[in-house]
């Protein structure tokens, strides 16, 4: 797999500005300062915001990407090739504090960008829309850093120099502080200054500068910290419940959510970071071929055609899958002979699970890449390499909107359209046909179209959203399987845990440079549910 380089962006701030965003660690902060430079304080927001959104996008792309697929057993890895691809995400032995840190220190350390722009100043109010912006981006990704982590570091957070090692926040707390951030980027868009600088395509790579997009994206965000809450009672229930009924009325995202800083296949830093990490490199090579279709993906896609039943599953997993083919499944991965090919996770060549012959498993497909078809051409290249990147899709959020609507009929009416509605942007998103008629066929089966008891819609709500988010933004599936255990999700063959891990045990740049304030963490904590897991999580 490739190195991903830093994107070369137009402007030449960002290039310090990369180096130097920091989180609370110290190697981000062993920094020689020249006193004839520009001090990062002193760069603008409409300099610093493009870069910061591309940049964190990255951790987006790849590693929260991968793992989120592999969590979900939609990735497996093609061991004729790679021998024993993924042992760590298959084996589960060893999740400790050298397992995936780039989620932890790809996210603070750009978010710290984030809190740069919200502390320029701005007496003169010329800097609102870029501070609300910033606030509500951060609001995006914190949120995943407490789903993944619990308690963090936020009120002493991103100060540089100032503070080295910051304490870490109760992650109850660090909810709250966000949902009212999101509120208060809302009324700074809304009653901005006259002297405010709007925002533009150039220095807006996400919504161009459009400020009521940017006021939806902040209810929709509000609204995913507030159902992540969904569990709880009390005093959390009633804060949530209070939080919730602002929302009624609101108007939330209708269109995927994109980011594109002019990628291109000029160079592999120019790529789209998936495309370039996961599908070829600019001039064409191939990388991340690692990467097939699971048998679970495969088996579901499919319609279950073997009626497949592993070891230790509950009876009639994939009975729901049976005899309905999913139109997509040839816009998420290559088809072998017409159908999705996949590796049982944890499989060698010759085992159960994994298909005689290398060249018989599916690969992610031109739904996912951009590309035309899977050749090799400069054609299928630049449509990859400049294919714009999701932060969050309209499938997402209409999945969101539908368990919202099922949870809290009181503030999202219609919960079944945004069931439809999510299944329809999918195929969409994908260039898939046939909606109508398997989303027909999926509503006569529980668990997987709009019949039965809300439990049982639920289900279909998370296993919709699942097979919407496959290489897109899998590791929200995670964090909601975590949550309502749906859909099924086998472990992998080589795995003795009983189940996935509930969190993830904090980087060492943590243990190392903060060590006074990080939480002591094991690796066994992560598979219980104790103090340490997410707040929304720990009953």
């Known amino acids: 797999m490739k190195n991903n380089n830093i994107y070369k962006y137009k402007n030449a701030f960002f290039a310090s500005i990369a180096v130097i965003a920091l989180n609370s660690c110290n190697d981000y902060l062993d920094i020689n300062e020249n006193p004839n430079s520009v001090h990062i304080e002193q760069v603008s927001p409409d300099l610093i915001f493009p870069g910061t959104n591309s940049q964190i996008f990255r951790t987006q792309a790849t590693t929260m990407n991968v793992f989120g697929n592999l969590m979900m057993n939609s990735w497996a890895g093609n061991s004729y090739a790679f021998g024993s691809p993924y042992v760590r995400e298959f084996n589960l032995n060893s999740v400790d504090n050298s397992f995936y840190n780039g989620i932890w220190d790809g996210l603070y350390r750009n978010m710290a960008n984030y809190k740069l722009i919200e502390n320029f100043p701005n007496s ?7 501070i609300a912006a910033s606030k509500i981006m951060r609001a995006f990704y914190m949120q995943t850093i407490i789903d993944l982590y619990g308690d963090a570091p936020f009120t002493e957070a991103f100060q540089y120099q100032s503070n080295l090692t910051p304490k870490y926040d109760n992650d109850t707390d660090i909810y709250h502080k966000e949902i009212e951030d999101l509120e208060a980027a809302i009324a700074l868009i809304n009653n901005a200054n006259s002297n405010a600088i709007e925002m533009n395509a150039s220095t807006d790579n996400i ?3 459009n400020k009521d ?14 159902v992540r809450m969904s569990r709880l009672t009390g ?3 009633a804060y949530r419940d209070q939080k919730l009924a602002t929302l009624s009325g609101a108007q939330f995202l209708s269109a995927d959510v994109l980011i594109n800083p002019n990628y291109s296949s000029a160079t592999d830093a120019q790529q789209n970071p998936f495309y370039g990490t996961y599908i070829r490199t600019a001039t064409g090579s191939r990388v991340g071929s690692v990467v097939t279709v699971s048998e679970h993906f495969a088996t579901a896609m499919n319609g279950n055609p073997n009626n497949l039943v592993l070891p230790n599953n509950p009876a009639n997993t994939y009975t729901k899958y049976t005899g309905l083919i999913d139109p997509r499944r040839g816009r998420f991965f290559s088809t072998v002979s017409g159908a999705l090919r ?11 699970g994994a298909p005689t012959g290398n060249n018989s498993v599916s690969r992610i497909g031109i739904g996912i890449t951009g590309e035309t078809s899977t050749a090799n051409t400069v054609t299928n290249i630049s449509l990859g390499s400049s294919k714009s990147g999701v932060i969050m899709s309209l499938s997402e959020i209409e999945f ?5 609507g099922l949870r809290y009929p009181s503030v999202v009416a219609s919960p079944d359209v945004h069931f439809t509605n999510g299944i329809n942007a999918s195929f969409t998103y994908l260039g898939a046909t046939g909606a109508a008629t398997y989303i027909t066929g999926a509503n006569t089966r529980p668990g997987l179209g709009w019949i039965g008891t809300n439990d049982q819609k639920m289900e279909a709500i998370m296993t919709q959203s699942w097979i919407a988010n496959t290489s897109i933004n899998p590791i929200q599936s995670f964090i909601n399987y975590n949550k309502t255990g749906y859909p099924y999700t086998p472990l992998a063959t080589t795995t003795s845990k009983s189940n996935k891990p509930y ?12 060590s006074a304030n990080v939480p002591n963490v ?5 598979f219980i549910r104790n103090q340490y897991t997410p707040f929304w999580n720990q009953n």
């Open 124 to 130: 003169d109010g010329s800097q609102d829309i870029y």
């Open 207 to 209: 919504f161009q500068g």
């Open 213 to 226: 997009n940017w006021t939806k994206f902040a209810n929709t965000i509000k609204l995913r910290y507030l």
């Open 235 to 237: 005093s959390e229930g």
């Open 342 to 352: 996949g590796i049982r996770q944890g499989a060698l060549a010759g085992e159960d």
């Open 400 to 404: 969101l909107l539908a368990e919202a």
């Open 503 to 514: 969190r993830l045990v904090y980087p060492v740049s943590e243990y190392v440079a903060n």
């Open 522 to 526: 094991t690796s066994n904590d992560v």
